[in-house]
């Protein structure tokens, strides 16, 4: 089984950096997702990491410590368009099932502010 | 290509009423899922499907029913609807360990 927390709201400026953290424990691991979802919308993804370090992309990074169980989605040069849910998920396979599956975290809502 | 498209987008239903929520995908992907999003309970998981003909259990089964007859298509069934079953429903679809790629959504209510 699965168990993610993230922090449940955040409030940030605009201009600024914010790191929105995750923790998982898990039986299997096979990846981890970031989705930023918009109020009333469907998640989309951002970002994955299977492997530790860094993925960069654009204003947009996600880390990874698998040791640690520990990912976290570090957004630059914040924009209004930012505020949004962020869902850290955490992929797991069943190769007897032949299936893989995603457990999500609760998610965490980014407010920035002028 | 459309992704994954929902069908309907809205719904209200009575209690005991029953109802079937459409999921296609033009993306050829083999695993195709649904999803509950409630208010402080995040995405749970209720049934899966990793290729045509097969389905199996999620995380919050009870109550819904799956079919998955064509690769493209992946049906949620409500046989007979409960208020706790009011909820944001969502599809998605995905080839086997990749990035899931979700529907618009369905907002039903049952009153």
């Known amino acids: 089984g699965q168990n993610i927390d993230q922090p449940t709201e955040m409030t940030a400026t605009e201009g600024a950096i914010v790191q929105i953290n995750c923790t998982y424990q898990?039986?299997?691991?096979?990846?981890l997702f970031w989705y930023q979802q918009h109020a009333g919308e469907a998640p989309t993804f951002l970002s994955y990491?299977?492997?530790?370090g860094l993925e960069e992309k654009g204003r947009f990074s996600s880390f990874l410590s698998r040791s640690k169980g520990y990912s976290y989605l570090l957004l630059k040069e914040l924009q209004m368009k930012d505020s949004a849910s962020y869902l850290c998920?955490?992929?797991?396979?069943?190769?007897?099932?032949?299936?893989?599956?995603?457990?999500f975290g609760k998610g965490t809502k980014l407010s920035v502010i002028p | 290509n459309a992704g994954v498209t929902q069908t309907p987008k809205f719904r209200v239903l009575k209690t005991g009423q029953s109802m079937t929520l459409l999921c296609a995908q033009d993306?050829?992907?083999?695993?195709m899922y649904w999803y509950r999003q409630d208010p402080g309970m995040g995405l749970r998981l209720i049934h899966y499907?990793?290729?045509?003909?097969?389905?199996a259990k999620g995380e919050v089964p009870d109550g819904y029913n799956v079919s998955r007859l064509k690769k493209q298509n992946f049906l949620l069934g409500l046989e007979s609807a409960a208020p706790s079953q009011t909820s944001v429903y969502f599809c998605?679809?995905?080839?086997?360990?990749?990035?899931?790629?979700f529907g618009p959504g369905t907002r039903l209510t049952v009153l």
């Open positions: 998605a679809s995905t080839y086997p360990a990749d990035t899931q790629y």
């Open positions: 898990t039986s299997g691991f096979n990846g």
């Open positions: 990491n299977v492997l530790d």
């Open positions: 998920a955490v992929g797991e396979a069943y190769s007897g099932a032949g299936s893989y599956q995603l457990t």
């Open positions: 993306m050829n992907h083999e695993y």
């Open positions: 499907s990793v290729g045509e003909g097969t389905t």
